[in-house]
T-cell receptor, first 112, second 110 residues
Framework: KQEVTQIPAALSVPEGENLVLNCSFT??????LQWFRQDPGKGLTSLLL?????REQTSGRLNASLDKSSGRSTLYIAASQPGDSATYLC???????????FGKGTHLIIQP | DAGITQSPRHKVTETGTPVTLRCHQT?????MYWYRQDPGHGLRLIHY???????DKGEVSDGYSVSRSKTEDFLLTLESATSSQTSVYFC?????????FGPGTRLTVL
């Protein structure tokens, strides 16, 4: 059974810092990996999708990497802002109709 | 915005009553999903659908059934709600292997 772990569970940093969120998964036979953002009481917003054949994806200040063989992904946030405060979720998928297996998330607070 | 709506957005019900949650998409995407989100457990897959009348079980399907009679609607039914089914329920669709989520339904079973 696939298990996804996110470290740290919570993180608080001053505004302007660059930071890294970590995600690991136990079964490397994944089709893709997706990073989401969730604000309190809200739904999930897709941030980045990395296909298993890719090594990284970038969107604005966000960069996600994937090392499938070691079962790891990182989400890099550059020049953090208070608006980045949210819970960040990592999820892996098997492709096709398969659902996603989620980590429990990293709760991020950016201090003004 | 992937055009996903969920109804109702909030519901309080009593143990033993039937409950149906609706997920509606405005486009004809083939794959649809139901997840629940609970503190300490994260999001877990309940059921999914790969086409009209084609559904399958996810990780936590006990106590739930689903139906998909047309492409745009995916219904989740709790035949006899229990307090352990108090949760936030999210519907999702897949577009080229990227999943997009609805706003969620907060269900409280008393």
């Amino acid at each position: 059974k696939q298990e996804v772990t996110q470290i740290p569970a919570a993180l608080s940093v001053p505004e302007g810092e660059n930071l890294v969120l970590n995600c690991s998964f136990t079964d490397s036979a994944i089709y893709n990996l997706q990073w989401f953002r969730q604000d309190p009481g809200k739904g999930l917003t897709s941030l980045l999708l990395i296909q298993s054949s890719q090594r990284e994806q970038t969107s604005g200040r966000l960069n996600a990497s994937l090392d499938k063989s070691s079962g790891r992904s990182t989400l890099y946030i550059a020049a953090s802002q208070p608006g980045d405060s949210a819970t960040y979720l990592c999820a892996v998928g098997g492709g096709g109709a398969d659902g996603l297996t989620f980590g429990k998330g990293t709760h991020l607070i950016i201090q003004p | 915005d992937a055009g996903i709506t969920q109804s109702p957005r909030h519901k309080v019900t009593e143990t033993g009553t039937p409950v149906t949650l609706r997920c509606h998409q405005t486009e004809n995407h083939r794959y649809m999903y139901w997840y629940r989100q609970d503190p300490g457990h994260g999001l877990r897959l309940i059921h999914y659908s790969y086409g009209v009348k084609d559904t399958d079980k996810g990780e936590v399907s006990d106590g739930y059934s689903v139906s998909r009679s047309k492409t745009e609607d995916f219904l989740l039914t709790l035949e006899s709600a229990t307090s352990s089914q108090t949760s936030v329920y999210f519907c999702a669709i897949s577009i080229q292997n990227e999943q997009f989520f609805g706003p969620g339904t907060r269900l409280t079973v008393l």
